[in-house]
């Protein structure tokens, strides 16, 4: 039941080292094992400097991706037992500054995620007694899959145009856009297109599509940074043909 | 906060991995388009008069021009699948509070594309 | 962060895509038809110049090399960005105005008759 594996991990101390190097260990591994159990193994009982980020460990945090042989992964939900290969090479998600092993810094992110305003956005706030702001299944249906990111920054991971300009909105948080901007309670596509059409925001992106294949809650940002390039286009041609329409 | 370290992507990183080669290849297929363009121009400009036409059509039928189209005809085959399987991700279309089936759209821009194929070479041909 | 619209991109985005569409469904046939029917001798050089002579056929080659060139133009320009040549894709205008004077040519290349 129990078999061998040797896990490279990257390292980096920052107050003892300024490279970054690989550590090898070799673990003792369970069938039910996914990569972040073996490495709460190995800071358990074999290396307690070694530092990482987890929380729910059941794939709805979204604080554990690292970058596992080469693709940006949730290591709680990737098995060891899917890899056949005689090593393991956790490294920390790629695109992001290092602060130490397997830590990385999301402040971009974080900064990058309000710039979209996504939130409902409605030209008049309803009085409270107005009641709720009702929606049909049907009207859910058009966005809820984008509704589903968890914020792990895999899909920023997987995007070399990010990778290359650091600049770039990105897929989760245009995809966001787009998720407010389908819902059927939103009014604010206008007020998000400052920031969703600039130089940076959609436009940036060559439909790479690998953030869309990485994520893990199956969210499709490529597809709808392509479903807002489209949608804004035509708005920009119908505003040629129709002058005094918005922007 | 200067000791966090920053790994800048290399120039090379489309050639690390085979999606992001596939997707390099799919974007050079662009080249492929533009090459093809001054033949067409040739061809406008050619068919003005028989003796200029005769030129071009011989170009045609030599072979450096064969090797250039098989290269273009390559190029253009995989701009033409890629350019297909990515359709439904952009037209996202909604039936009576259904979503239009993907497949659909993927196997009617690819019907659409065998039947004007076929009618541009009946069109030459015929 | 400020942020403003790219005031140019959707109509280049639009013509990219048009460009894209018009050569994956047509760019296949025609190559064919170039580079396999006529150096198979299907073709016979009168009809296929009587063909690239009518004015119709004229105005759609035009339009296909409007469209195949700003195809190209932006996805090459961001091609060239994706490889790490960023300076390089700021020069707009060397793409874009390579494809409108390449659409010039045709265009004048189709009124010689």
């Given at each position: 039941?129990?078999?061998?594996?040797?896990?490279?991990?990257?390292?980096?101390?920052?107050?003892?080292?300024?490279?970054?190097?690989?550590?090898?260990?070799?673990?003792?591994?369970?069938?039910?094992?996914?990569?972040?159990?073996?490495?709460?193994?190995?800071?358990?009982?074999?290396?307690?400097?070694?530092?990482?980020?987890?929380?729910?460990?059941?794939?709805?945090?979204?604080?554990?991706?690292?970058?596992?042989?080469?693709?940006?992964?949730?290591?709680?939900?990737?098995?060891?037992?899917?890899?056949?290969?005689?090593?393991?090479?956790?490294?920390?998600?790629?695109?992001?500054?290092?602060?130490?092993?397997?830590?990385?810094?999301?402040?971009?992110?974080?900064?990058?995620?309000?710039?979209?305003?996504?939130?409902?956005?409605?030209?008049?706030?309803?009085?409270?007694?107005?009641?709720?702001?009702?929606q049909t299944p049907a009207q859910m249906a058009r966005y809820k899959r984008f509704?589903?990111?968890?914020?792990?920054?895999?899909?920023?991971?997987?995007?070399?145009?990010?990778?290359?300009?650091?600049?770039?909105?990105?897929?989760?948080?245009?995809?966001?856009?787009?998720?407010?901007?389908l819902d059927s309670?939103?009014?604010?596509?206008?007020?998000?297109?400052?920031?969703?059409?600039?130089?940076?925001?959609?436009?940036?992106?060559?439909?790479?599509?690998?953030?869309?294949?990485?994520?893990?809650?199956?969210?499709d940002?490529?597809g709808?940074?392509?479903m807002?390039?489209?949608?804004?286009?035509?708005?920009?041609?119908?505003?040629?043909?129709?002058?005094?329409?918005?922007? | 906060?200067?000791?966090?370290?920053?790994?800048?992507?290399?120039?090379?990183?489309?050639?690390?991995?085979?999606?992001?080669?596939?997707?390099?290849?799919?974007?050079?297929?662009?080249?492929?388009?533009?090459?093809?363009?001054?033949?067409?121009?040739?061809?406008?400009?050619?068919?003005?008069?028989?003796?200029?036409?005769?030129?071009?059509?011989?170009?045609?039928?030599?072979?450096?021009?064969?090797?250039?189209?098989?290269?273009?005809?390559?190029?253009?085959?995989?701009?033409?699948?890629?350019?297909?399987?990515?359709?439904p991700s952009?037209l996202v279309l909604w039936r009576n509070d259904e979503q239009v089936d993907p497949n659909l759209i993927t196997g009617t821009?690819?019907?659409?594309?065998?039947?004007?194929?076929?009618?541009?070479?009946?069109?030459?041909?015929? | 962060?400020?942020?403003?619209?790219?005031?140019?991109?959707?109509?280049?985005?639009?013509?990219?895509?048009?460009?894209?569409?018009?050569?994956?469904?047509?760019?296949?046939?025609?190559?064919?038809?170039?580079?396999?029917?006529?150096?198979?001798?299907?073709?016979?050089?009168?009809?296929?110049?009587?063909?690239?002579?009518?004015?119709?056929?004229?105005?759609?080659?035009?339009?296909?090399?409007?469209?195949?060139?700003?195809?190209?133009?932006?996805?090459?320009?961001?091609?060239?960005?994706?490889?790490?040549?960023?300076?390089?894709?700021?020069?707009?205008?060397?793409?874009?105005?390579?494809?409108?004077?390449?659409?010039?040519?045709?265009?004048?290349?189709?009124?010689?008759?």
């Amino acid at each position: 039941m129990p078999e061998q594996t040797v896990l490279e991990v990257y390292r980096y101390l920052p107050d003892e080292e300024t490279e970054p190097r690989f550590q090898s260990y070799e673990i003792t591994y369970r069938d039910s094992w996914v990569v972040l159990d073996a490495l709460d193994h190995i800071k358990t009982e074999i290396d307690p400097t070694l530092s990482f980020r987890w929380s729910c460990r059941m794939g709805v945090c979204g604080s554990c991706g690292m970058t596992v042989n080469g693709e940006p992964k949730l290591t709680c939900e990737t098995f060891i037992r899917d890899y056949n290969t005689e090593t393991i090479k956790i490294e920390p998600l790629a695109h992001f500054p290092v602060i130490r092993d397997l830590v990385i810094n999301m402040q971009d992110f974080m900064e990058k995620l309000p710039t979209v305003s996504p939130w409902l956005i409605t030209d008049e706030d309803k009085p409270l007694e107005a009641g709720e702001y009702l929606q049909t299944p049907a009207q859910m249906a058009r966005y809820k899959r984008f509704s589903m990111c968890i914020n792990c920054m895999l899909c920023y991971s997987a995007c070399p145009v990010y990778g290359l300009n650091s600049l770039f909105t990105g897929p989760a948080a245009l995809a966001l856009a787009e998720r407010y901007n389908l819902d059927s309670r939103d009014e604010g596509t206008q007020e998000r297109s400052d920031v969703v059409t600039a130089h940076d925001g959609i436009w940036r992106c060559t439909y790479v599509g690998e953030c869309t294949k990485v994520c893990p809650k199956d969210v499709d940002p490529a597809g709808a940074i392509q479903m807002l390039k489209l949608s804004y286009a035509l708005d920009w041609a119908k505003s040629l043909v129709l002058p005094g329409r918005g922007r | 906060m200067s000791r966090e370290l920053t790994h800048p992507l290399p120039r090379s990183w489309w050639l690390k991995r085979p999606p992001y080669f596939r997707f390099m290849m799919r974007e050079l297929t662009s080249v492929a388009v533009f090459a093809y363009t001054p033949l067409l121009i040739w061809a406008l400009w050619s068919a003005a008069d028989a003796a200029s036409f005769s030129v071009f059509y011989e170009f045609l039928r030599g072979p450096l021009s064969v090797w250039l189209h098989v290269v273009v005809l390559v190029l253009a085959v995989y701009h033409t699948g890629t350019w297909i399987a990515l359709t439904p991700s952009v037209l996202v279309l909604w039936r009576n509070d259904e979503q239009v089936d993907p497949n659909l759209i993927t196997g009617t821009t690819a019907m659409l594309f065998l039947s004007v194929s076929v009618g541009v070479v009946w069109l030459v041909l015929v | 962060m400020t942020a403003k619209p790219d005031k140019t991109a959707p109509l280049f985005w639009l013509l990219f895509a048009g460009g894209g569409t018009a050569s994956a469904m047509l760019l296949p046939a025609m190559v064919f038809v170039t580079g396999v029917a006529v150096p198979a001798g299907w073709v016979a050089e009168d009809d296929l110049m009587a063909l690239i002579g009518n004015p119709l056929t004229r105005l759609v080659v035009v339009s296909l090399v409007f469209l195949f060139l700003f195809h190209w133009a932006h996805r090459f320009r961001y091609a060239l960005v994706d490889l790490g040549f960023g300076g390089l894709g700021k020069q707009a205008w060397l793409f874009y105005g390579t494809a409108l004077a390449g659409t010039g040519l045709a265009g004048l290349a189709a009124l010689r008759l």
